[in-house]
C-alpha cells in the first residue's frame, strides 16, 4: 500500500538512485540499471509488494512522463534529430562539406581545429549527433584517430550545447527549472534564469577551452596518445579493441559513386534549417508584440527546432534524389530508417524522467533538506556537493539529462531554503551532470 506521508520513506528515498547507480557500474547497462531502479523504488511505494510495484512503474512513472507536454515535445525533437543525421549522411551533404572542406585543411591540427569551430555552425543541428558524421570525411583524410574525432565531438557536443539558448540541452534544462519554480511559487522567467546560470556552468567552459589546449599544443596523454601514434604512423584509426557506434555509418564510395554531388547538397538543408528554426522562433515567440529579444525569451525552442529537423530533412531529402541517389519515393523510409535507428536515446530519457519522478513522490530534496538542517552542513557547501553527486550519478548512468531530472528539482529547493542564488545551484546541476556524462563509459552521448 502506498504511504500518504512520503517523508516517511526516509533514508529508502535514496535507494532507488543508488540501486540505479550501482547497477550502472556493474552492468555498465544503462536501461537496465534505470529500470531496476525504478522497479525497486516502485516496490517499496508499494509496501514492498514486487508484483505491484512493476505495472505502476508502467502506469504511474512511464505514461505520465511521455505525456507530459514538455517531454513529449522532447521526444518528438530527438525523433526528427535522428531522421535528419540520417538524411544529411544519405543526401550528400557530409560528403559535399568533406569535399569542400579537405581542399583547404592539409593538416592534423587544422583538421581539428576545423572541427572544433565547426561546432559554432552546427550549435543548432544537435553537435553530439551531428558533428561527428560531418567532420569524419575530414579527421580520416589527415589521419585523426578515431577516439580523438570523438572526444572533440563529445566537447563540442554536450557541453557546448548547455552553453547555448537554442539547443534542446537548454529547453530540457529551462522545463525542469520553470517545473520547479511552479513547485517553489517562484514567478521568475525560467529562460532568462537558464541564461544568468551559463557563467556558472564551469565545467561546459573548462572542457571546452581545455580541448582547444590539447589541439594546440597536442598534448595527448596515455591511451589517446597511443591512438594518435598509431595513426599517424599506420594510418589506423581504429584501435583493435575499440568498438565504434556504426549505426550512421555508410559505405559512401559506393552510395555517392557516380553521383551528382554539389555544394547545393550540403547548403541547402543547413540554410533551410536555419530559416525555419529562426522564423518559427520568431513566430511561436510573438515577435510583433514581444520584440527579437521577448522572441526569444518566449519562443518555443524545441518546437523550433523540431520543425527545423523536418523541414530540413525534406530539403535534404529532395536534393539526395535530384542527385540521384535514391528514388524520391525512398525520401520517407530514409527519414524513418534514422528515426529507428536513435530509438535508444528516447528511452533512456524516458526512463530518467521517471527515476526524477519517483525521487519527487519520495520527497528526496525533503530528506536532503532534513539532512542538511539536522546536521548543519553549511549552505555554502551545496553547490559543490550537488555537482559531485551529479557526477557521480553522470558517470554511473551515462545520461546528463537523467541527472538533471534528479538534481535540478532537488538542487532549486535546497537554494531557496538556504537563501544560495539559483544560477549557482542551476551551474552546479548542469556541469556535474555533463562532467560524469562526459566521463562515462556507458555515455548516450
Not at 505514461?63 to 535522428?82: D, F, K, Q, V, Y
Request: with cysteine; hydrophobic share 50%.
Amino acid at each position: 500500500m502506498r504511504k500518504e506521508n512520503p517523508m516517511e520513506y526516509g533514508i529508502l528515498t535514496i535507494v532507488p538512485p543508488l540501486v540505479a547507480i550501482v547497477l550502472a557500474l556493474v552492468t555498465k547497462q544503462t536501461i537496465l540499471s534505470l529500470v531496476l531502479g525504478l522497479w525497486v523504488g516502485t516496490t517499496i511505494i508499494c509496501g514492498w509488494n514486487p508484483l505491484e510495484g512493476l505495472p505502476m512503474m508502467i502506469s504511474d512513472f512511464f505514461i505520465p512522463s511521455i505525456g507530459n507536454e514538455g517531454n513529449a515535445g522532447t521526444l518528438m525533437l530527438i525523433t526528427a534529430c535522428g531522421g535528419f543525421v540520417y538524411m544529411f549522411k544519405i543526401s550528400g551533404a557530409s560528403r559535399a562539406f568533406g569535399d569542400i572542406v579537405t581542399k583547404k585543411v592539409k593538416t592534423r591540427m587544422q583538421a581539428q581545429l576545423v572541427t572544433y569551430f565547426s561546432a559554432f555552425a552546427f550549435i543548432f543541428t544537435e553537435p553530439t549527433l551531428t558533428l561527428g558524421s560531418i567532420m569524419r570525411p575530414i579527421t580520416e583524410k589527415n589521419r585523426v584517430s578515431r577516439v580523438k574525432l570523438a572526444y572533440i565531438c563529445d566537447v563540442m557536443g554536450c557541453p557546448f550545447a548547455t552553453l547555448s539558448p537554442i539547443t534542446s540541452y537548454s529547453s530540457y534544462a529551462t522545463g525542469l527549472i520553470a517545473a520547479a519554480f511552479v513547485g517553489l511559487s517562484i514567478t521568475d522567467n525560467a529562460w532568462m534564469t537558464f541564461i544568468k546560470a551559463i557563467p556558472l556552468n564551469f565545467y561546459a567552459i573548462f572542457g571546452m577551452l581545455a580541448l582547444l589546449f590539447v589541439i594546440i599544443t597536442k598534448l595527448d596523454i596515455g591511451p589517446m596518445y597511443k591512438a594518435e601514434k598509431r595513426a599517424v604512423e599506420t594510418g589506423q584509426l581504429i584501435g583493435e579493441n575499440d568498438v565504434p557506434m556504426t549505426k550512421y555509418d555508410l559505405d559512401e564510395d559506393k552510395l555517392f559513386d557516380g553521383k551528382q554531388i554539389t555544394t547545393a547538397n550540403f547548403l541547402v538543408p543547413l540554410i533551410t534549417l536555419f530559416i525555419t528554426l529562426m522564423a518559427m522562433i520568431m513566430w511561436s515567440g510573438n515577435a510583433g508584440e514581444n520584440g527579437i529579444g521577448g522572441a526569444f525569451r518566449n519562443a518555443n525552442i524545441v518546437l523550433s527546432i523540431t520543425l527545423s529537423f523536418f523541414t530540413a530533412s525534406i530539403a535534404a531529402g529532395i536534393l539526395g534524389a535530384r542527385s540521384k541517389i535514391f528514388a524520391y519515393k525512398e525520401i520517407v523510409s530514409n527519414f524513418t530508417h534514422g528515426v529507428a535507428l536513435n530509438t535508444d536515446i528516447p528511452v533512456i530519457l524516458v526512463l530518467a524522467w521517471s527515476i526524477g519522478s519517483l525521487t519527487g513522490v519520495m520527497d528526496l530534496k525533503g530528506y536532503l533538506i532534513h539532512i542538511v538542517e539536522a546536521n548543519d552542513i553549511a549552505p555554502g557547501l551545496m553547490p559543490v556537493m550537488i555537482f559531485l553527486v551529479g557526477a557521480l550519478v553522470g558517470f554511473s548512468t551515462g545520461s546528463s539529462w537523467g541527472v538533471w531530472a534528479i538534481t535540478i528539482p532537488i538542487a532549486l529547493p535546497i537554494a531557496a531554503q538556504f537563501g544560495i542564488p539559483m544560477e549557482l545551484m542551476i551551474g552546479a546541476s548542469l556541469s556535474g551532470g555533463v562532467f560524469g556524462d562526459h566521463c562515462s563509459p556507458i555515455s548516450d552521448t
